[in-house]
């Protein structure tokens, strides 16, 4: 899309999604080569999104902070641009918590590309404390299982959370 076209998207889609009148809305937004930019939108009623195109992590972060309402997010694919290792630091025993309501997450990380996505799924799975169910590709499910086990004893949101295979 042209800037216009995209500046009409925002304002069409920030008017319809934060009216007070409209107290939940679900929203599929399939391939359309949108590049989103969370930080213009105020989707402040939208309870379901899915997205068809990738998202770079670090958008996808604000755009789980510009869904205030938001209790299922599926994203198709979560590209790694800035590596996450980063955003954990290792010094911390407590990553501060997304304000939130997300329960249902769909995130795939292209292992063939990325081959250690881990990070990036540690650092959302942590922030995320309303999470009850994260699905993920079929080579992340163990190896995130392990490791939200071993980090149970810190984050007690993770001793109900089911992590399965995403497809």
Known sequence: MNHASMSEFYETS???FSNPEIFQAKLQLPRSRLDLEPSKIAWT???HLTMGDAVEFSNFLLL?????RAVKLDIAEITLQNHPYEMLN????FIKPFESRIEDLRMYVNTEMY???LPAIEY???RIHSLRRVRLSKDAVLPARVIA??????YPHLVELVID???
């Open 149 to 154: 086990k071993l980090l149970e004893p810190n």
């Open 90 to 93: 290792e010094t911390e025993d």
């Open 115 to 117: 081959p250690t996505p």
């Open 45 to 47: 009623n939208i309870t």
């Open 14 to 16: 920030n008017r319809i």
């Open 64 to 68: 789980i902070t510009a869904l205030p």
């Open 165 to 167: 295979n995403a497809y």
């Open 124 to 126: 959302v799975v942590l």
